[in-house]
């Protein structure tokens, strides 16, 4: 059994095909979610975000450009729903604990990497959403400058600095937490 690519599942989406679009949703959900998490700070309101994205990828198929990857259009799209969640919500949200991941490592090394990680993840969700969405997008994601623009439909500059004081805000606000 051949793996399809990428493109030929969107080409078969953009025809109106179900299973290539679903074989697309099965390939990108974790990583359309954990971006959804990183802007949400809660796996239920990630997973809904991320169901939200699909959904609307789905109903907007025709405005997909092969010449971008499938998978950070989908997430373009989860981050924005993510950023309308945020902007009606207005309040905090909790952080759900991560389990400790090495068996290897001493307890002590664990509790002090889940503290630090803690300390990661609430900076990051204490910066302002339209920040937090060009950080999670660039950094989380990998993408560039210009697809961050082209998802977030906001120009490049904008990009670069809203990037510039997000890694401003968490430099100043993770300083002293975070030397080693």
């Known amino acids: 059994m051949t793996v399809e690519s990428d493109e030929a599942l969107a080409a078969g989406a953009l025809q109106g095909d179900l299973q290539s679009f679903?074989?697309?949703?099965?390939?990108?959900?974790?990583?359309?979610t954990a971006a959804a998490y990183r802007m949400l700070g809660d796996i239920h309101l990630a997973e809904d975000a991320a169901q939200e994205?699909?959904?609307?990828?789905?109903?907007?198929?025709?405005?997909?450009?092969?010449?971008y990857?499938?998978?950070n259009w989908v997430t373009g799209i989860a981050v924005n729903y993510a950023l309308d969640q945020l902007r009606r919500r207005r309040e905090s949200v909790s952080i759900d604990e991560l389990p400790l991941r090495d068996p290897a490592a001493s307890l002590e090394r664990q509790v002090e990497e889940g503290e630090r990680a803690?300390?990661?993840?609430?900076?990051?969700?204490?910066?302002?959403?339209?920040?937090?969405?060009?950080?999670?997008?660039?950094?989380?994601?990998?993408l560039s400058y210009a697809e961050i623009a082209d998802l977030l439909d906001i120009p490049v500059g904008t990009v670069m600095s809203r990037?510039?004081?997000?890694?401003?805000?968490?430099?100043?606000?993770?300083?002293q937490v975070l030397e080693v």
């Open 22 to 32: 679903e074989a697309l949703v099965l390939r990108h959900r974790e990583a359309v």
């Open 53 to 67: 994205g699909f959904l609307r990828a789905w109903q907007r198929m025709h405005t997909y450009k092969p010449q």
């Open 69 to 71: 990857s499938f998978r």
């Open 118 to 142: 803690q300390l990661v993840r609430q900076a990051v969700l204490d910066l302002p959403p339209a920040s937090r969405a060009v950080l999670v997008l660039r950094e989380y994601q990998g």
């Open 163 to 175: 990037l510039n004081y997000a890694r401003s805000q968490l430099r100043q606000r993770l300083a």
